[in-house]
């Protein structure tokens, strides 16, 4: 493995990785690179997002009955047309999307499936905090032919690689190939990804939790528990925890991924129809729970291993605790009553 340079370009990271992987042809690289210059129009558009008619809601709703953001709706579309023409796709799956879109068989089509949660966090768009972009890539299954909901519906530790774009007070990009988790920061003068977070990991406990307590009362007993636990006084484990909720996942994750600690959503009786907790399993939960694990974190759905989980449909939703192991395993401890 070469020494880690920090401040060489995504692209010479990507081009060293390639080279280091036996038989690679080049297109996974090159996917990449397509996401990437998505990702930096979407930086554009968000950075000015103050000053021109892109705040707001388009006046629709998605898959999940939730009002559309105009640039939830810029994000996936730009996503979706530069890699569908890539030739190194089949299929792109969207949180935005009821169903896969994949490119038609007379197009150039490549082995890779992509999905994405194009612009996460959209109820922070119009208040200027972070929102970002998840990604997660999966080798198709079958050598051609139409792709089938099979293919799609697979285990997170199945991926070939997952991660996301940040747009925060600076834009980053977090990914891995399966190789530990590296971190690059935009710099805006030169338009290029330059890396900033060599190796990624985590701390095995962290000091900080992140959830979103105005759900307590519909929470069961145990979660409620383990957060009144986090709150009692202690200095031999650090307690009371900092309480840190952005409300953008990939916000609260990536704070939590640099300076450990637990961010949970957990399952709540708040809404009927969703007896499982908001956060979706293909576009949210996996993606972060192999780069958590990547960087020597875990994450759970309070009792199982959240990259062994069988999607059963497109937009699963599942309860997630992510962030480093020893408060993740913590919060397994009072969710199956041991503690
Ligand atoms: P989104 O993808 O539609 O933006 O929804 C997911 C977001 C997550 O980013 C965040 O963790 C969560 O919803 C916040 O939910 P809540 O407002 O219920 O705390
Ligand atoms: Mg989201």
Redesign the pocket.
Known sequence: MPVKEVGITVTEHLLREQRETPYATGAFTQLLNELIVAAKIIHREVSKAGLVDILGSTGSR?V?G?QVQKL?DFANHTIIRRVMHTGHVCAIAS?EDADIVEVPQEYPRGPYILLI?P??????IDVNAS??TIFSIHRRLKDDGPVTLDEVLRKGSEQVAAGYFIYGSSTMLVYSTGKGVNGFTLNPGLGEFLLSHPNITMPERGKIYSV?E??YAYWDEPVRRYVDYLKTPDPETSRPYTSR????????FHRNLLKGGI?M?PADRKDPKKPRG???LL??AAPLAFIAEQAGGTASDGSRRILDLEPETLHDRVPLFIGSKDDVVTAEKFLSGEL
Do not use: A, M, P, Q
Not at 247 to 252: A, E, M, N, R, S
């Open positions: 998605n999940y939730e939830d949180e949660d612009l996460d966090g959209s109820s922070n929102i970002g979103n105005g759900n909720y952005i409300g953008t996942l990939v916000g609260d961010f959503y908001k956060l979706r576009f949210e």
